[in-house]
């Protein structure tokens, strides 16, 4: 049984480093090494590097944002992706993307998530009483007075 245990393993490992696995999670030394998001969403082979897999993420946020809601503690970069779309629906005026800043106020339940905008995570807290719909339009009004350096929203809801 042994000699079995150890194929395995073996087999296991190369399945592994020749990426035929999916994965969920960076590498456990990664300075994000606490995001994870759904495998069923994201198809990130096992061989790829930690930058190849945030650039996949942040583009499958930027393609489609509600992905955003599958990632748990997501990195700033895939905040920023997720930042660039609000601002476009803002800027082309089509309603304001409350679903999408309640994803992003979702994000910041957990302490692990690295806050990307100064003040941000203060400001959910500090609306976190209010019903969903109008804590999402208070988070998009604090986004959009945010200085304008950060490069996030520069047009009110």
């Not at 942040?58 to 992706?81: S, Y």
């Not at 476009?88 to 806050?115: C, F, I, K, N």
């Amino acid at each position: 049984m042994p000699l079995i245990d150890t194929v395995s393993d073996l087999l296991a490992r190369a399945s592994h480093a020749l990426g035929f696995e999916t994965i969920d999670r960076f590498p456990q030394h990664h300075p994000y090494a606490r995001t994870r998001w759904n495998k069923a969403y994201f198809d990130i082979p096992s061989n790829m590097k930690p930058e190849a897999i945030e650039n996949r993420l942040c583009e499958a946020i930027a393609n489609t944002p509600h992905v955003f809601g599958e990632i748990l503690n997501p990195t700033p970069r895939m905040q920023r992706a997720l930042l660039a779309v609000i601002e476009q629906r803002l800027r082309r005026a089509h309603g304001a993307p409350t679903d999408l800043a309640a994803m992003l106020v979702a994000a910041y339940r957990s302490p692990h998530t690295v806050e990307t905008v100064p003040g941000l995570r203060q400001a959910i807290l500090d609306t976190s009483g209010y019903e969903q719909h109008v804590q999402a339009n208070a988070i998009l009004a604090f986004l959009a007075d945010a200085p304008a350096a950060f490069g996030v929203i520069e047009a009110r809801p």
